[in-house]
């Protein structure tokens, strides 16, 4: 008796034995997506703005493609009150640095509470970026403008940084009345679009990419039009006290020309992920690195994984997960040859 | 193991068949209450374990400086975590707020934070800018009834015994000292409070429970796992040792006898003055080695240095 | 170096536990399991596995999601989990102290970044040493026996093991390295996680000077805790 046999389309075969598909790939000496083991796909970053599109928080853009997925981020700046103890002013030198607080965002055609994945990919850029020591922390400290009212009704903002020694120090000082220490904190928001493999490579590329368009902007602090003498009496248990109004809220500035950009350490700093699978070749197995997984079939087969994020010859942060397919000191060592002889657009 | 929070019907009815003859499967009498262990962390401030029977947990005092709300300028913040994982029992999913956990964070919140055991004036820095938030988080390990009880005693334990850094004014600035730099605070602690739960179990038949008179409802004292899975009602008395009463609360369940509460309270107090005790000595121990180890005895006036 | 301490099983809900301890990180690990999963989690040819990292104080954030993830990439390689199908281990990883409490038990942190919670590798290499014997204190089948590790690379290029929370702020970098065990030999790199700036020998040296430490770490404590064990739950006739 003899039974037609049944054909599996690439499509299907995928979905029900990826890790068939993919032996069979491999054993010709190629990947699912016709790449070759070593291959990435191109990066390409262009960088955007939103400066035209009137007044906004929104300081850096880039958008980043990788084959078929999409990236964009977008950082926007937020001000907070700095802690101000004597030993911290010590510690404040060149050697400390800043990272920033990413949100990303998966574009799945669903809306609701950030996946795990999602969360995972956020926290790991925050480490990841502040590891890198990419910005200095100095570079985001704030020294707030003044809105003055003149005498015929102008509006002006002073800064400290633009007047001389001439100009007396101490008038300024008296308007900075609480002597509060200010910093910017960066925020990045970052949608993916069409995801077709693991993330990181790309988000991590979108953020450094915007980082390195960002200017930031002058603040100032300007007059909340509430008279700080009004003052709300306030009662609580016996107590009795007043709140004044006198909040202190900031302004953006809007003139770009005085905006100063922002200096990163480091010129360039790449993550780049590799997947180890074993390959059946001939009765033996080797085990062999495939660049930037993509599919389905790669992403579910490659358990032992490799990521390298490195700047130059320093290597910044490493990730190696050797659950699946072995991986030893020589397929490290030639994922980080790879890696660093990764070439961009 | 299984993970349903059932007990099956032998066990039930063994249970209730003890307790109509006064006994109780863990051998306690009636109106008797486990010992609890309390661990005060050598090193640490605030940090203690309590293991109540087979009941275990961990609370941690922290603090921090933030902004107090609007309509409280003059007030800190003190906050209560008493999330249950699945370490305690499968029987409580991770993430998901059951009754039984809500319950317990409300009892909590009644006892400790509404009575004002913690004063939150002392915890103002600077009116309306900053104050301290202080948070106890209850961590549970292990799930054998009486968490109620259990969890009033480590967060009053680990209260007394938080230390936060001092701070210093100067001008509008605050200074907060390390540890090393100057001696730590201790919160403020106005009373004690101690919370007590009573489990009802009905003896007889429901139409006779509230129609007869012969008031024959059964009240244990902090009932363990399976008494509390058989138990027809419950009552929490949260005292202190001043002889006051903070809070009693029977949510429904088994109908019971007015004047029972008077009987029940009275002994709660006695069982709440032991504990009061028990609670400070283990503290001024601690305190005491604490200041052996830490040679404070140096700074005491005319010692010899 | 900070020594390892571990306690089994003194938990009573659940089929194991373990507690350690080890420099200031305390870490209590439960295992349930197998037992029957929801249907989302069921898996037709192999365990699940739900593991639940939770902080010493505030509610599980990112950062514990992140850990999970970790711990998982490990666990899931060494459980024997097609002896499971269709079933549920659930693993919770609750810390009791770590690093934050101690060094920042009450700092204000607006605005700053070099801060305990940007380094987890004590955490992560406690937890993943902790969940060995919570896994074996619940007999829960593993391929494998597996240890890990965390060290530091500080300023004068030296490692440093189990580096505490201002040697590590301070240090060039920081690595996790968790190795299986094999034969009382580390045979296969689990999990590597790599921070800061280093070298690609820096790595390489880290990663053999880790096995070292991972194979002492399975022949001074494991095996000591697990010989116990096994005394203690069978009676040998001798």
Known sequence: MSYPQTVFPPQVLSRIAPDLLLQRHLVQGLRPS???????????????????????????????????????????????????????????????????????????????APTDEEMILSQTLHDTIFHLKLIPLL?????????????????????????GDEVDQESFQELNISKKN???????????????????????????????????????????????????????????????????????DER???????????????????????????????????????GEAEEFCSESRINVTASGESLRHVTIIGGGANVTLDTIQNALQIARERKFA | MGKDAEISLNERNFVKEGLKNGFRLNGRSLDEMRRPIINIDKNEYGFVEVEFGKTKLAVRVSCEIVKPYEDRPFEGIFTISTEISPMASPMFENGKNSDDEVLISRFIEKAVSRSNALDLESLCIIAGEKVWHIRADVNYLSYDGGLIDATCIGVMTALQHFKKPDVTMKGTDIIVHDFDQRQPVPLIILHVPI?????????????????????????????????????DGFLVLTLNKNRELIQISKNGGLPIDGLALIELTQRAHDRCQELTEHIKALLQADEKERYKNMNLHLLEVGASR | MSKLQVTLGELNNVDGSARLSVGSTKVVVSVTGPIEPKIRQELPTQASLEIIVRPSRGLSGTREKTLEDLLRLVLQAVIVRFKYPRQLIQIVVQFLASDLDKDESSSETGGRFNTGASYMTNELSAAI??????????????????????????????????????????????????????????????????????????????????????????????????EKKIDADYIWSK
Do not use: W
Request: proline share 4%.
């Open chain 1, 34 to 112: 016709l790449r070759k083991f070593d291959e990435f796909r191109p990066l390409v970053s262009t960088p955007g703005t939103f400066n035209d599109v009137g007044t906004n928080s929104v300081v850096g853009l880039a958008t980043v493609r990788n084959g078929d997925a999409f990236a964009f981020c977008g950082i926007s700046l937020g001000v907070v009150e700095t802690s101000k103890s004597p030993e911290f002013f010590e510690e404040l030198n060149d050697e400390e640095y800043a990272s920033i607080y990413p949100v990303v965002e998966i574009s799945r055609g669903r809306s609701g």
């Open chain 1, 139 to 163: 570079l985001l400290s704030v020294t707030p403008g003044y809105q003055i009212l003149e005498e015929d009704s102008a509006l002006t903002i002073l800064y400290p940084q633009d007047m």
């Open chain 1, 182 to 252: 200010f910093r910017y904190i960066l925020y990045a928001h970052i949608k993916v679009f069409s995801r077709s493999g693991p993330l990181f490579d790309l988000v991590h590329y979108a953020t450094i990419e915007a980082l390195k368009n960002v200017s930031l902007p002058r603040v100032y602090l300007a007059d909340s039009g509430i008279d700080p003498n009004i003052r709300i009496p306030i009662r609580s248990r016996g107590n009795f006290g007043h709140l004044t109004q006198a909040e202190q809220r900031f302004y953006v």
């Open chain 1, 256 to 294: 770009k020309d005085i905006a100063s950009p922002l200096k990163l350490s480091l010129d360039a700093a790449v993550s780049s992920t590799f997947g180890v699978v074993e390959l059946m070749d001939q009765d033996e197995s080797r085990s062999i690195l495939l660049a930037d997984l993509e």
């Open chain 2, 195 to 231: 919370c007590i739960t009573y489990s009802f179990f009905n003896p007889v038949d429901r139409e006779e429970n509230i129609k007869g008179d012969a008031n024959l409802e059964i009240a244990i004292m902090d009932a363990d796992r399976s008494e509390e899975l058989v138990r």
């Open chain 3, 129 to 226: 040493n902790c969940c060995y014997f919570a896994l074996a204190d619940a007999n829960v089948a593993l391929h494998t026996s597996f240890a890990a590790t965390s060290i530091a690379i500080d300023e004068n290029n030296a490692p440093v093991f189990n580096a505490e929370l201002p040697v590590l702020k301070k240090s060039l970098s920081h690595h996790t390295v968790c190795f299986d065990i094999q034969e009382k030999k580390a045979s296969k790199i689990l999990l590597v996680e790599s921070n800061g700036a280093f070298s690609e020998e820096q790595l390489l040296s880290t990663i053999q000077s880790a096995s070292v430490e991972c194979e002492r770490i399975h022949s001074e404590v494991q095996r000591l805790v697990l």
